[in-house]
């Protein structure tokens, strides 16, 4: 997917007929980056599965403008966004389902529950003293 990102971003860079584009395009490519990367650290290190919900979803809107910006300069790097763009789908849906199932242990009153409840590393983050901060509260 990086390479698909990086070619797309480059076939815009190259595309002379639209160089007024370009400085939103940089701007969109660098702001989705940051966010992809800042999603990692929500959901893995420190286990903000709900605020990490947030950053997907607006990265995934944030991509699929990006897709459309620069299918207008570039057709083929608009195309080569697309596989971004689904993974990113799907991403977000695991993503809200693993919210969903914190909801609900959360209801029937078990708390602590990580990314990956009911396993092995779940019960090490909770014997660590790790704080996980759940999807809502309740």
């Known amino acids: 997917l990086y390479i698909l990102m990086t070619i797309s ?10 160089t007024h584009k370009l400085s939103f ?3 969109l490519f660098f702001l ?11 959901f893995f ?4 599965i709900g605020l990490a919900l ?4 607006v990265l995934f809107i944030l991509v699929g403008f990006m897709a459309i910006y620069f299918f207008r300069i570039k057709k ?5 966004l697309l596989p971004y763009f689904l993974w990113l789908g ?11 199932s914190m909801v609900k242990l959360m209801s029937i009153g078990i708390t602590g529950a990580s990314g990956l409840i009911g396993s ?10 790790h704080t996980v901060i759940p999807c809502s509260t309740r």
């Open 9 to 18: 971003v480059w076939l815009v860079c190259r595309d002379r007929k639209h």
């Open 25 to 27: 395009a940089y701007t």
């Open 45 to 48: 290190a420190w286990h903000h």
């Open 90 to 100: 799907y991403a977000l849906t695991l993503n809200a389902a693993i919210c969903g």
């Open 76 to 80: 083929s790097a608009g195309y080569l």
């Open 32 to 42: 989705q980056l940051v966010l992809n990367g800042l999603w990692s650290y929500l």
């Open 54 to 57: 947030l950053d997907l979803g």
């Open 120 to 129: 092995a590393l779940s019960q090490h983050l909770i014997t660590q003293g």
